[in-house]
């Protein structure tokens, strides 16, 4: 396909939805993003959805570019051949049973392409980001739900019913806690944003400064880059979390290289060593020589640049 084709591509987030018009070499034409109200149900996300995409046509109109496709990515499972979306998500209330691409090939009569979040995100670090020319790695991207994505032989691999990458469901804790989607001591219940929150707010409280208790990661990780105690300790024992999921992934698939995403990537290269030498500690020696673990490089836009690429590239008759 000819370098300069575009696509829109719209990544369906738990806060809001990430979109903008993206070409087949990756570069960003334009871009927006807005956020859900608190009403976050099927009908409220669909509707913000169609909303994007008359924002986006009509810049695209406006500027005369003219995209031949679009992309969503989305949480859930999804049919990768019909673009319907067969469930979950965290956040987004009644997420599934949902035809998503008819539903928007009939606004826009555009051929769309329907995949898993996560998995745009890592397609997109392995185009253009830190895993561009590296044969096999994994994605991993950390946030209030954990997944990911794998590559291997530079093709992704999607199990079957394109339901792979759900790292976030793996057993470390036998005697753990039942996570929402039913997993019993599952990293998810450890290593996610939320777990990391309510681990800080434990901390606090046992200290008897319940007035700092939050609600995001970023205060808690501007409290372990400033060297309150409380938070170091919250970041440390998450990052060690990690790194056990991690070692267990090395181990299985020895890859080349991890790319860390997902918003708690965004934390900075001493929250990224911390996991590098979990990982490490967790892994056996001859699945790891060669490994490096690195942040994300593409942010939030990761999303939207993963699934205009992808949908360019369904176009043309190639999975990826």
């Not at 998995?119 to 739900?145: C, H």
């Not at 372990?224 to 105690?229: I, R, V």
């Not at 070692?247 to 001493?270: D, Q, R, S, T, W």
Request: hydrophobic share 45%; with cysteine.
């Amino acid at each position: 396909m000819y370098k300069y084709a575009t696509a829109i591509g719209i990544d369906v987030g738990r806060t809001g939805i990430n979109y903008g018009i993206v070409r087949q070499d990756g570069e960003v034409l334009w871009r927006n993003r807005i956020r859900y109200s608190r009403q976050r149900n099927k009908t409220a996300v669909l509707r913000k959805l169609f909303d994007v995409v008359d924002d986006v046509l009509a810049y695209a109109a406006e500027q005369e570019i003219n995209p031949l496709c679009i992309g969503i990515g989305t949480p859930g499972f999804i049919d990768l051949k019909s673009g319907f979306v067969r469930g979950a998500a965290l956040l987004i209330r009644d997420w599934r049973d949902i035809p998503l691409a008819h539903l928007v090939y009939e606004k826009t009569a555009l051929p769309v392409f329907v995949d898993n979040d996560a998995t745009l995100y890592g397609y997109a670090e392995w185009m253009f980001g830190a895993a561009r020319n590296v044969d096999d790695m994994i994605f991993i991207a950390l946030r209030t739900g954990i997944g990911g994505a794998i590559v291997i032989n530079r093709r992704l691999y999607r199990g079957a019913n394109n339901a792979s990458g759900e790292f976030g469901q793996m057993t470390i804790n036998f005697s753990g806690p039942r996570s929402k989607w039913g997993g019993k001591g599952c990293l998810e219940s450890y290593a996610s944003s939320q777990a990391l929150i309510e681990r800080y707010n434990r901390r606090v409280k046992k200290e008897g400064e319940e007035e700092m208790t939050v609600t995001a990661t970023l205060p808690v990780f501007e409290r372990f880059h400033a060297g309150e105690p409380a938070a170091v300790e919250a970041v440390k024992e998450n990052a060690r979390f990690v790194g056990i999921g991690l070692g267990n992934l090395v181990n299985i698939f020895a890859p080349k290289l991890i790319v860390v995403g997902g918003g708690m990537a965004l934390a900075g290269e001493e929250y990224i060593a911390m996991i590098r030498e979990a990982t490490l500690e967790n892994s056996m020696s001859v699945c790891h020589e060669h490994l490096e673990v690195v942040a994300a490089e593409l942010g939030h836009e990761a999303g939207f640049i993963g699934a205009g690429h992808f949908a360019l590239a369904m176009l043309d008759g190639k999975t990826p």
